[in-house]
């Protein structure tokens, strides 16, 4: 079945540094990959668009210049995160749409 | 290998009908299990469940646990169009990283 991961699982950064995260879709290929954002209660915000070979659509309210996303390949997208600050902290989750949307097992960032 | 299985893949009732999805799940450490609804953009969290044979109930929609079988069902009763959604079935894992595995889903449609 179609797989997505995602590297690294949980990464603990000091505030102002730049963090990246990769999610790649294993065993197929992936011209959209979404990038969502876990909130306390579970809640999922989906917070862009990426599109291999153009630029990402960012949902109203997230800053492109602070979550910078690339989908360089059909089978991987980076969202890095620059200036990282503790507000930033949180789960960050991809998915690649095929026949359906197949979800990364997450990332979870934290900002010291 | 963590994995979530979600039955059926597809469904389309009438108005009115009953239906139950179900999730089973193969994971190692298991934390909870939750369910998302998705329509558009980002999927709507619907229920968290940690406790086997305990029912969660929100209106129409309900869903239990059973972690000896390793599996959970959703159940909507008195099926409207606007349940017509994907749902999506997530299973978290106790690392670190609190890990999300998601199933593939289930396209739900109601006609009228």
């Known amino acids: 079945g179609a797989v997505v991961s995602q590297h690294p699982s949980w990464v603990i950064c000091k505030s102002g540094t730049s963090v990246k995260i990769e999610c790649r879709s294993l065993?197929?290929?992936?011209?959209?990959m979404f990038w969502y954002r876990q909130f306390p209660k579970k809640s999922l915000m989906l917070m862009a668009t990426s599109n291999e070979g153009s630029k990402a659509t960012y949902e109203q309210g997230v800053e492109k210049d602070k979550f910078l996303i690339n989908h360089a390949s059909l089978t991987l997208s980076t969202l890095t995160v620059t200036s990282a600050h503790p507000e930033d902290s949180s789960f960050y989750i991809c998915s690649a749409q095929a026949y359906t949307q197949y979800f990364g097992p997450g990332t979870r960032l934290t900002v010291l | 290998e963590d994995k979530v299985v979600q039955s059926p893949l597809s469904l389309v009732v009438h108005e009115g009908d009953t239906v139950t999805l179900n999730c089973s799940y193969e994971v190692t450490n298991f934390r909870s299990l939750l369910w998302y609804k998705q329509e558009k953009k980002a999927p709507t969290f619907l229920f968290m469940l940690t406790s086997s044979g305990i029912e969660k109930k929100s209106g129409r929609l309900s869903s239990i646990l059973d972690k000896k079988e390793l599996f959970s069902i959703l159940n909507i009763t008195a099926t409207q169009t606007g349940d017509s959604a994907v749902y999506l079935c997530?299973?978290?894992?106790?690392?670190?990283?609190?890990?999300?595995?998601f199933g593939t889903g289930t396209r739900l449609t109601v006609i009228p």
């Open positions: 065993d197929f290929q992936a011209t959209t």
């Open positions: 997530a299973v978290g894992v106790l690392t670190g990283a609190n890990n999300l595995f």
